[in-house]
């Protein structure tokens, strides 16, 4: 059977269908049980004209958590824009969803799958991933009205995702925790952020307050 010749804008379409179903398939089952031949499947291509794509599944899963990062950006802004809410419930919607990613369609790598990737990623693919990681926190705490020297974006970054994961991680990867507590969890680390968050807000607009005296 001869292959079929895919135009420059259904090779597009195909990428794409690759980027969503990685994505919801992180979101569904995991990245562990979702291997290359499932993606395949599910998008309808071939192994091999996966390759002409991605070189590797890890691969594929970077280029998706970068396509998510303007979404989340756009979705911060539109909460902050929102005139129902208060800043700070803005911000814990904010957190919330993406706490909750599973109900949401947010994906939040589990500690194994993050382990999965990094053993897979080149260091200069881990650098680069890692300096996007980076923009994205600045750019959060941005839109939350907190200038980057009031809080270093890589431990919000920290706060953020350790919270999210432990979270996904109960009871399956640490079973030692208590899963009938695990909202009560992340409730109260939310609240410890935004408390955290409040008080360096705070303090730059006092700071910004008594230049202006």
């Known amino acids: 059977m001869a292959r079929k010749a895919y135009s420059e804008q259904e090779r597009e379409q195909v990428r794409e269908a690759l980027l ?3 994505i919801q398939c992180i979101v569904d089952r995991g990245l562990i049980h979702s291997s290359i031949d499932v993606l395949c499947r599910k ?3 071939s192994k091999t004209f996966f390759y002409t794509f991605f070189s590797s599944k890890e691969d594929l899963v970077l280029q998706a958590l970068r396509d998510q990062q303007p979404k989340l950006l ?3 802004r539109r909460l902050m824009d929102t005139p129902s ?3 700070r419930e803005g911000v814990r919607t904010f957190l919330e969803t993406c706490c909750y990613g599973a109900k949401s369609g947010i994906a939040v790598l589990s500690i194994e799958e993050e382990q999965e990737v990094y053993r897979c990623l080149s260091q200069e693919n881990f650098r680069a991933f890692r300096e996007d990681q980076i923009k994205l926190y600045r750019g959060l705490l941005a839109v939350f009205g907190l200038p980057v020297d009031s ?5 919000f970054g920290n706060l953020a995702l350790s919270m999210m994961m432990v979270y996904k991680a109960i ?3 640490m079973p030692f925790l208590f899963p009938e507590t695990a909202e009560d969890m992340v409730e109260f680390q939310i609240n410890a952020l935004l ?3 409040q008080r360096a807000k705070e303090g730059t607009n006092r700071v910004k307050d008594d230049a202006q005296k």
């Open 20 to 22: 969503t179903t990685v």
């Open 43 to 45: 998008v309808g291509i």
């Open 151 to 155: 809080i270093d974006p890589r431990l």
């Open 85 to 87: 809410l208060s800043w």
């Open 195 to 197: 408390d955290e968050m």
């Open 171 to 173: 009871p399956d990867a």
């Open 74 to 76: 756009r979705y911060a």
